[in-house]
């Protein structure tokens, strides 16, 4: 590794790129991340937390959009941004909560979400701008850094799965491997 990728980006430190587990694709349509969301749903348990990060307009509610399909929770057209309502239930069981930490901005209002109680009931939280979590949630952790690329492109890396890229990867979506 030299530093930067294939896409001239510099690494980051202690990042997922350090990871040697972890799963790095490249998407080209928000339709590419979708369909990518529903086969990371089958690797969902009940009960997990899947995080993720990046950067606003890296595509962390498209992908959720398939992965709440893909857990045959909701149409992808019915999920929406939860940026204002802050948590939004998917699901005749309450299955999927996705909660949008962008503007929450105090641990006592990160408590009045009750992210731990849908873990409690079996639920799959998944929790955009999950750099905002304090500390961690006691479940298992599913960890989604998303990066921009250009207009349509995004990286998406995926830490904590216990499968190998070729049990998760629709022929469409390439896998990135030039900076490995
Ligand atoms: N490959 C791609 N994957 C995901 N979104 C993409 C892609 N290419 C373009 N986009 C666009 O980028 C935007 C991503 O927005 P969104 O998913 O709301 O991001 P975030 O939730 O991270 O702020 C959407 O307008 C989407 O159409
Ligand atoms: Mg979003």
Redesign the pocket.
């Known amino acids: 590794m030299n530093g930067t990728n294939s896409e001239g980006n510099t690494l980051k430190e202690g990042g997922f790129y350090t990871n040697p587990n972890a799963i790095v694709i490249v998407?080209?349509?928000?339709e590419?991340?979708m369909e990518f969301g529903h086969h990371l749903a089958r690797q969902i348990p009940a009960g997990c937390v899947v995080r993720l990060e990046?950067e606003?307009?890296?595509?962390?509610?498209?992908l959720t959009k398939g992965m709440v399909a893909g857990l045959g929770a909701a149409r992808e057209e019915e999920v929406t941004?939860p940026s204002f309502t802050l948590v939004h239930e998917y699901g005749a069981e309450r299955k999927v909560r996705h909660a949008d930490l962008y503007r929450v901005e105090t641990s006592r209002e990160l408590s009045t979400l009750g992210l731990e109680d849908a873990i409690d009931q079996g639920a799959i939280l998944i929790v955009?701008w999950a750099e905002k979590l304090e500390g961690r949630i006691a479940a298992r952790e599913i960890r989604i850094k998303?990066e921009w690329i250009d207009?349509?492109?995004?990286r998406i890396i995926v830490e904590g799965l216990n499968v190998s890229p070729e049990g998760l990867f629709p022929q469409s979506i390439v896998r990135d491997e030039d900076f490995r």
Not at 27 to 30: A, E, K, L, Y
Not at 151 to 154: A, L, N, Q
């Open positions: 998407t080209h349509s928000p590419e991340t990046g606003l307009g890296s595509g962390k509610t498209t941004s955009e998303m207009d349509s492109k995004r």
